[in-house]
Each structure stands twice: as C-alpha cells, then as structure tokens.
C-alpha cells in the first residue's frame, strides 16, 4: 500500500523567505505525484505535479517541486515567500496500477508573518 | 466555469440518523471520487466512479457507506445510521478519466457533525 509522509505540521515564516516543505514516500512501483494547496476558507486546488521527465516541476505562484526518487521524496520550495501563501498544504501520490485514486500526506499547515 | 459542487455544505446529524451528500462534478468528467477528512488529517479515499461504474469502493468504512452514481453524473453519497466517528468533512472530486496525471478538481466539501 502506498504512503505518505509529511514530517512539518506547522511551519511559521516571515515574507520573503524561502520556504521548503517536505514530502516522502512509500511506494515500490511507478508513482504519479502532486501537491495540492487549501487556502483559508477555499477548496483543494492543485499547485503542481510530476510524472514523468525533468524531475524539477514548475507550478503555479512561484512553486516547484524536485522528484528525488532515490529518496522517494518530492519536496515543495518557494525561493521567497508571500503572505498570501498562508495555507494548508498537501502532498499526494498515486500508482501507474490500479485507477487514479489519492493517498495524501497528512499536511502541513504555513503561516506567513507579513 | 463551473467546477465541483457539493450539498449541503455543512449537516448536523444525531446518532443513528441517515444522511445523503450530494456531489455535481464538472460536466464531461468521467472520473468521480469522494475523500473522508478528518480534523487535522489529508483525505481519505473512500470510493471511485468511472460513469455509473464504482470501480473501487475499497475505502468505504463499514456497510453503512453506500455511494451511487446512476446517470454517470451526479453523485450521492449516503451514511446509514450515523456515528460519532463519521463526523468529518466529505470531499468529492472529479477528472476527465484516463490517465492517472490527470488533475483531479475538488468541491468545497460538506462538513457533518454527528451529535
């Protein structure tokens, strides 16, 4: 069965600074991966994905993400954080077997200090 | 334009009462999905449609879960004789279907309460 990992639960930054959220894995096949962000008060949207190609995925809002698969992780980075990123984020895998289903992390709540 | 809709956004039930979640996904999705989320907890899968087909319904909790999806459009998802531990927010989504890149989009959910 596949598994997720979120090791912050809640992470308080300034603005401006760079943000690192991390997110590993348990999976032995071939994986799908994705975060997905929850702003106050809004629904699950997605920030980024990665299945296949350049291991550094670019999202939306300045976000990337780096697929390490020798460490099954896929750590989310912002180089310089806003306030408007005040949210709860979350880390989520699926298999190339079986349908498209999600297994999400438990998340992991950022606060932005203006 | 529209995305997924859920109703009723919030539901306070006793224990031992029935309730129906209603999910409308995105017109033309043919991938259906509902997520349990727990205080403090990710979602949890409970269900899959693909049309009026549950192909997996692995995460339902227990047999008072039923979910259904006749027309291959709108969605129900129905808790018989409610507990206290049923108390969380239930989250539908929906995708084109096909590929498991795909992104799934999710309603706002519906918050039960069981007192």
């Known amino acids: 069965a596949q598994s997720v990992s979120q090791h912050n639960h809640h992470v308080i930054l300034s603005e401006a600074a760079s943000l690192e959220l991390g997110c590993n894995y348990s999976y032995g096949g071939t994986v799908n991966l994705f975060w997905y962000v929850q702003y106050p008060g809004q629904h699950l949207q997605l920030l980024l994905k990665y299945f296949s190609g350049d291991p550094l995925v670019k999202g939306i809002k300045g976000f990337e993400a780096e697929f390490i698969k020798s460490k099954f992780s896929f750590n989310l980075r912002k180089p310089s954080v806003q306030w408007s990123d005040t949210a709860e984020y979350f880390c989520a895998v699926n298999s190339n077997f079986g349908n498209e289903k999600l297994t999400f992390g438990t998340g992991t709540r950022l606060t932005i200090i203006p | 334009g529209a995305g997924v809709s859920q109703s009723p956004r919030y539901k306070v039930a006793k224990r031992g009462q029935d309730v129906a979640l209603r999910c409308d996904p995105i017109?033309?999705?043919?991938?259906l999905f509902w997520y349990q989320q727990a205080l403090g907890q990710g979602p949890e899968f409970l269900t899959y449609?693909?049309?009026?087909?549950?192909?997996?319904k692995s995460g339902l909790p227990s047999d008072r879960f039923f979910a259904e999806r006749p027309e291959g459009s709108v969605s129900t998802l129905k808790i018989q004789r409610t507990q206290q531990e049923d108390s969380a927010v239930y989250l539908c989504?929906?995708?084109?279907?096909?590929?498991?890149?795909?992104?799934?989009?999710f309603g706002p959910g519906t918050r039960l309460t069981v007192t």
């Open positions: 449609f693909q049309n009026e087909a549950q192909l997996d």
């Open positions: 989504a929906s995708s084109f279907g096909g590929a498991r890149s795909y992104e799934q989009y």
């Open positions: 017109s033309g999705h043919v991938s």
